[in-house]
């Protein structure tokens, strides 16, 4: 009996966590849609369907999450070079000016960065820095996280920023 307990453990802890990262996966979707729209080959399994997409299976949802957060992570390093720190700096400074917490205007910043970076990609724009492709960002996104939960919790909340300076 204890064996059958230790072996269904982690799977019941799965599935408890599940519901959560559901949630964080369907947040991280529309900015891992819009990088890989401008980087695609940052994507195992390219987008073909919203639905199909947002589809988290509970016995891997820790690895479909981590999948998604590298992913995105992939795209934000192949943004680096049209990324002017500065615009992300002064975005995130006007944020707190208006009042909002320390790290939602680090996600603020981070969103109004990416954006620009990502209309300057598309429009055919030179990098505004020189830069040396790596696995480590040069520049960073905003916060960086522990752990891979923390970590999309993190990206979720510039994708919802992302998401508000779109719209404008």
């Given at each position: 009996?204890?064996?059958?307990?230790?072996?269904l453990r982690p799977r019941i802890?799965?599935?408890?966590?599940?519901?959560?990262?559901?949630?964080?996966?369907?947040?991280?979707?529309?900015?891992?849609?819009?990088?890989?729209?401008?980087?695609?080959?940052?994507?195992?399994?390219?987008?073909?369907?919203?639905?199909?997409?947002?589809?988290?299976?509970?016995?891997?949802?820790?690895?479909?999450?981590?999948?998604?957060?590298?992913?995105?992570?992939?795209?934000?390093?192949?943004?680096?070079?049209?990324?002017?720190?500065?615009?992300?700096?002064?975005?995130?400074?006007?944020?707190?000016?208006?009042?909002?917490?320390?790290?939602?205007?680090?996600?603020?910043?981070?969103a109004v960065r990416l954006h620009?970076?990502?209309?300057?990609?598309?429009?055919?724009?030179?990098?505004?820095?020189?830069?040396?492709?790596?696995?480590?960002?040069?520049?960073?996104?905003?916060?960086?996280?522990?752990?891979?939960?923390?970590?999309?919790?993190?990206?979720?909340?510039?994708?919802?920023?992302?998401?508000?300076?779109?719209?404008?």
């Amino acid at each position: 009996m204890t064996t059958v307990l230790a072996h269904l453990r982690p799977r019941i802890v799965d599935l408890g966590r599940w519901p959560g990262r559901y949630l964080l996966y369907r947040r991280l979707h529309p900015l891992w849609l819009v990088l890989c729209g401008a980087i695609p080959g940052i994507c195992l399994n390219p987008p073909t369907n919203p639905r199909r997409d947002c589809h988290l299976p509970v016995r891997a949802s820790y690895a479909a999450l981590y999948r998604r957060v590298i992913e995105i992570h992939d795209g934000l390093i192949g943004m680096q070079a049209y990324a002017d720190p500065a615009v992300g700096a002064a975005a995130s400074r006007g944020a707190r000016a208006c009042g909002l917490e320390v790290w939602r205007a680090d996600a603020v910043g981070a969103a109004v960065r990416l954006h620009v970076a990502l209309d300057a990609r598309a429009a055919g724009d030179e990098p505004v820095r020189d830069f040396v492709q790596t696995t480590t960002p040069q520049i960073t996104w905003g916060h960086v996280e522990s752990d891979v939960d923390g970590e999309a919790r993190w990206l979720a909340h510039l994708a919802a920023a992302l998401e508000s300076v779109h719209r404008g």
